[in-house]
């Protein structure tokens, strides 16, 4: 079942790097960047997965051995690489806004005036 | 009164380093409406960083202590580490010094740099951003922390690239830059989430403590993972176009940053990765992936060095080459390679910081970086020309400057391999590092005959002298230059061999956190005697395979395309040196100096030039090809 997880996220990055490498249109390239990511964040979620797990929320009187939950790490660092996520998305439309309005294309072929 | 004592321990200070530039970053968005105010925060928060670094420099890096931080006082339970550390060895050390020193140099510079654009409060704001995130880096014991820091250090670098947006390539090099460099972070994500799903803990002692005796396919994958993701923040080939586009785009204070401080961000982080958490640098294949590497680097850049026509572009590319030198001194394994190699990254930081804030003066008073429209400016700025041609001597190595010390105690380590590990592959490595210094000086020659000599344009007849605050900023650097270089030997002694140590204290590093060292092999016995070195015979061999090489390739190109279409007239301007004297019309700049050199290289010159094209998609698919060869790579020799 978790196996399914891995696959998928891997699926996920490597369709997101395909993305960024192939098409020649910013805004895909912004997308390809936020699937890349999504794929990280479902491999991360994974990781901490303990199948019949609670949420990792106790006091400190409640916690004994026998309770079991998810790893709460992994449940931080993705919410971390989330938020990292959407800025990255955020300020990458900024500069695609701009880049825009200064070459009057989205194409990628031909935003190289810096090459060589 | 004994919490005070205790908040102004020392073992605090890498935390308030870190803190105060951040610190400062959120006091100017605050106060930062008024230009005093805003000075006098980013001067306050710089300085701080950078005495609370010095501090250190006693404890850990000649006293030899390794500093362990949890912060908010979460030790290990369990024999697990849970809270977020912080652990200062003479690496991290050595690393944040250097970090401190550029960012309080180049945000003096700044702030008679910056005084014309607008959004300045934006600017320092980022500034600090990015001084606070590679020094959170290098000082962090945590790989989650080392990811978090890598995102900020890298936002904060495409944002200032982006900065003066209406200038040329500003935004394009921004994007390009974002997308590659979002790929490199994804890299170093994925890689640390594997990390934990194998070892669950991001502590790098205890990371080194299980990874290295429990290699399997998911940790080998982690590696190549992580070790893409540091290149990528390192600019070593194949992303050094990045670095040429940012720099070229950059304000020059932030080339400054992006060249002295963020690059040595992924050379730590490399050094950690295979030195640390995987030890694998015993590997002779794992030696050569470095060395490679880093003769790609060295070898590339500088010729690509030599095709450009802007100052900046050009001094870019450069950077990169020396960063090639950093990273095949410290994959030489040997504790005279790292001990150069780190010397070489300090002189680095020094000279290229100097440079490319010689370059900014020069932007700041005639409005150009292009070769072709400057020259003669040293009658217009004779302190920036002076303060010029100390860093250009520095990066060609020219004794008695710095560049000169760190280059030949490289040589010296390269040949030294060579001779203890009997392979001949090494002395290929000297004889690559002596040519590509020879064609940095010879760029250096080209860049100061274009811009400082030569003839000045009639447009620059009022260009003025840099004001003081520049002109000082340049002056420190340069007076570091000739320090560091004048004193080699106190230099090794007192900065570089301590942290060379801790590269090969691995051991104590773990330890130093409370964890259990003793699967990890204790310090072996680290020598950075010259062995054989100083062996005039030696010598004499590099010499002849040296003339050798350049016998064959002279012969070589005997047949080349120039000799072969001599049914057309031979023109003077193909000739190896050419002045331009010959003819008359002669289409050939001031600024080409070596037009003869390329055009003979022309083959060489087209390839790069169209691999070069500027197009992310064609960025984004080497930095993925680069994974792929190196996943390839780690799965076959780990």
Known sequence: MIMLNYIASFFLITLGLYTIVTKHNLVKTVIGLSIADYGVNLLLISIGFNPGGTAPIFTWSELNPASFFVDPIPQALTLTSIVIGACVTAMSLALVIKLE?????TDTREIRRLHG | MSSVMNALSYQHFPIYAIMVLFLGAFLIVVFGGNRTARNILALLSITASLAF????????MWD????????????PAGGYAIGIALEVDALSLFFALLVSV?????GVYSIQYMRHDDNEREYYTLFL???????GLVLS????????????LTFAAVALTAFRNTAKGALEAAFKYLVVGSIGSTCILVGTSMLYAQAHTLNLAQLAQVIPGNLNTATKVAFALLFVGFGTKAFIVPFHPLAADAHGAAPASISVMISGVLTKSGIYGIIRLTYFLFQTMNLGTMQFLLVFIGSLSMFVCVTMALAQHDFKRLLAFHSISQIGYVLTAVGLCTALGVSAGLYHAMNHTLFKGL?????GAVLHETGTTDLGKLGGLSKKMP?????FLIGAFSISGIPPFNGFASKWMIYQATYQKAVESGNIGFLLVTIIALVTSVLTLASFVKVSQSVFFGQLPRELENVKEVPFGMRFAMAIFALLCVLTGLFPNLVTTYITEPAARAVFSVAQYIGAMGFDASGVAAETAVSFAHVGVWEPISWLLILCIALLSVTIVAVASKYDRVSQCSGEAVDSKYELFYGGEAQEFSQVGGGDLFWGFKHNWRGYFDVMHRLHSGVVNDYALWAVVDLALVLLFSLIVL
């Open chain 2, 141 to 152: 014991g945590d790989l989650f922390n080392m990811f978090i820091m890598v995102e900020i």
């Open chain 2, 64 to 75: 030899g202590e390794i500093i362990a931080y949890w912060m908010g006082g979460r030790v």
């Open chain 2, 355 to 359: 440079l490319f804030l010689a370059a």
């Open chain 1, 101 to 105: 309005e200064q070459y009057g294309t």
């Open chain 2, 53 to 60: 670094i010095l501090a250190l420099v006693k404890p850990v």
């Open chain 2, 383 to 387: 302190y920036t020309t002076v303060l």
């Open chain 2, 102 to 106: 550029a960012v309080f140099v180049s």
């Open chain 2, 129 to 135: 951003m990015l001084g606070g995130g590679v020094m």
